[in-house]
T-cell receptor
Framework: DTGVSQDPRHKITKRGQNVTFRCDPISEHNRLYWYRQTLGQGPEFLTYFQNEAQLEKSRLLSDRFSAERPKGSFSTLEIQRTEQGDSAMYLC??????????FGSGTRLTVV | GENVEQHPSTLSVQEGDSAVIKCTYSDSASNYFPWYKQELGKRPQLIIDIRSNVGEKKDQRIAVTLNKTAKHFSLHITETQPEDSAVYFCADLGGSYIPTFGRGTSLIVHP
């Protein structure tokens, strides 16, 4: 296990297209988080899962954003009908109940 | 956490000096306080953390102090080196298990 993996590393898409990002957490971590980070800002919380249950999704930026973690392992974040304002780094993190929050390398989204 | 204030936003020091970054939080239930270092274009990396039952923790040149009464915690870096230059983020975590991050401090260490 080499840590939290995210795919793809970079995504360029045209406005209006849908995009999906994947996150593979550290295998023994039961909690998985999605964040958005724009230049000069700290990570902005979007949603999180404990195992397969999505325990907080009210901070997803709009109804165009959705996330899943169907088997309690990897997770996907989908953005529908992308807008230029969605351009950002999307970070995934995982942790156990004892902490150890570890970030993935992120997916940099550019909407043109 | 609910809200985390981080200061300063930029910190410039000479190599060998100490650097201190401070954060305040508002959630009384916060009990875990990690610090992250993020180099340009890279992921935030956990460098040190502290739990609410401890007042101070050290790891070589890095230390974190926590004052629960005043609801603030600080990162201390001694004998700074140019490779310490990065953006540092504090965070707090309470019963919701959702970390809240500060806005970051850009540390510049001049050789």
């Amino acid at each position: 296990d080499t840590g939290v993996s995210q795919d793809p590393r970079h995504k360029i898409t045209k406005r209006g297209q849908n995009v999906t990002f994947r996150c593979d957490p550290i295998s023994e971590h039961n909690r998985l988080y999605w964040y958005r980070q724009t230049l000069g800002q700290g990570p902005e919380f979007l949603t999180y899962f404990q195992n397969e249950a999505q325990l907080e999704k009210s901070r997803l930026l709009s109804d165009r954003f959705s996330a899943e973690r169907p088997k309690g392992s990897f997770s996907t974040l989908e953005i529908q009908r992308t807008e230029q304002g969605d351009s950002a780094m999307y970070l995934c993190a995982s942790s156990s109940d004892r902490g150890g929050y570890t970030f993935g390398s992120g997916t940099r989204l550019t909407v043109v | 956490g609910e809200n985390v204030e981080q200061h300063p936003s930029t910190l410039s020091v000479q190599e060998g000096d100490s650097a201190v970054i401070k954060c305040t939080y508002s959630d009384s239930a916060s009990n875990y306080f990690p610090w992250y270092k993020q180099e340009l274009g890279k992921r935030p990396q956990l460098i040190i953390d502290i739990r609410s039952n401890v007042g101070e923790k050290k790891d070589q040149r890095i230390a974190v102090t926590l004052n629960k009464t005043a609801k603030h915690f600080s990162l201390h870096i001694t004998e700074t080196q140019p490779e310490d230059s990065a953006v540092y983020f504090c965070a707090d975590l309470g019963g919701s298990y959702i970390p809240t991050f500060g806005r970051g401090t850009s540390l510049i260490v001049h050789p």
